[in-house]
């Protein structure tokens, strides 16, 4: 490998790596807001940061066509899944631990690729199928303490479940329209789907926040929105296979996050739970990365 290819593929990681940290934090200061302020008024204010943003991006380097599509049904389809995922995470966020909740989110894959085979009509194979077996043991690992409704939690983890099932749908989607549409193209209508979404959830009525409390609001629209473009850049300069693993890095921030800024320390089922999910997922991406090689 050259060192100007060696170059890319650093630039990629660590621009995934910071894509992690935004992400974590931003999941940080939804919880901060916790019960206080709805999520549907932090998601409009994120969503409305996101679309600004996208917009100027694409008028500024003379692609304002990113901003159209004939393509409605299928955005309706993923942003729909997708704005429902969030709404769900940022909900668990405010009720149930950030490690856990993280935890819980990393079954997207195991998810995806139970969805793959109904959706997609991808076949499942023997790794796979072992695969979503050590996901599925490592997910009831995580979530057994909050099965009993008398759980402080419970209603959060079932929260994050719920969502990390739309988030799978909603990549089940994505797969679809990875082929015709460019991903500005598709965070910008997911952007509009949450704003218009959120918007609805003012008539329930949102309460004034503090002046602490809208500088984190701003700080999560910011985040989030650096986060996607981030991802999107880092993809340009290394391989899939190189940056996807590296999603997993999140559960050392939120770790740290957890302890430091909410004194939250994971029980024992998820110190055993979550490495399993992880090891799931992680066979699922080198199965999948096996196949294309195999079929280039």
């Not at 609805?200 to 809208?214: E, F, H």
């Not at 999107?232 to 996807?244: G, K």
Request: aromatic letters at 10%; a positive charge.
């Amino acid at each position: 490998m050259s060192g100007a290819a060696r170059l890319e593929r650093i630039r990629g990681i660590m621009l995934k790596l910071l894509a992690v940290v935004f992400l974590a934090t931003m999941a940080a200061g939804v919880k901060y807001l916790g019960q206080d302020i709805p999520a549907g008024q932090t998601i409009f204010v994120r969503s409305l940061i996101a679309v600004a943003i996208l917009a100027l991006i694409a008028h500024s380097t003379g692609r304002a066509s990113l901003l159209t599509t004939h393509n409605w049904r299928s955005h309706a389809l993923r942003s729909t899944a997708g704005a429902g995922g969030m709404f769900l995470w940022f909900v668990a966020l405010a009720h149930a631990p950030i490690a856990d909740v993280t935890a819980v989110t990393y079954m997207t894959p195991i998810f995806l690729t139970l969805l793959a085979t109904l959706l997609l009509g991808e076949r499942l194979r023997a790794y796979r199928w072992i695969a979503v077996a050590i996901g599925c043991a490592g997910s009831l690992i995580v979530i057994a303490p909050y099965l009993s409704l008398r759980s402080a939690h419970s209603f959060g983890i079932a929260m994050a479940l719920g969502s990390t099932l739309l988030s799978a749908f909603a990549m089940a989607f994505l797969r679809r329209m990875s082929g015709f549409e460019h991903p500005i193209t598709i965070t910008f209508y997911f952007s509009l789907t949450t704003l218009a979404g959120a918007a609805l959830t003012a008539l329930a009525g949102w309460p004034m926040p503090s002046a602490r409390q809208w500088s984190v609001i701003v700080l999560v629209g910011v985040l989030g929105t650096a986060a996607q473009l981030l991802q999107t850049i880092a993809y340009r300069h290394a391989e899939a296979s190189i940056l996807a693993p590296l999603e997993y890095t999140s559960m050392i921030v939120v770790l740290l996050l957890g302890y430091l800024v909410f004194d939250e320390i994971p029980g024992t089922s998820t110190w055993i739970g979550a490495p399993l999910v992880v090891a799931a997922g992680l066979v699922i991406l080198w199965r999948e990365l096996t196949l294309r090689t195999q079929l280039k």
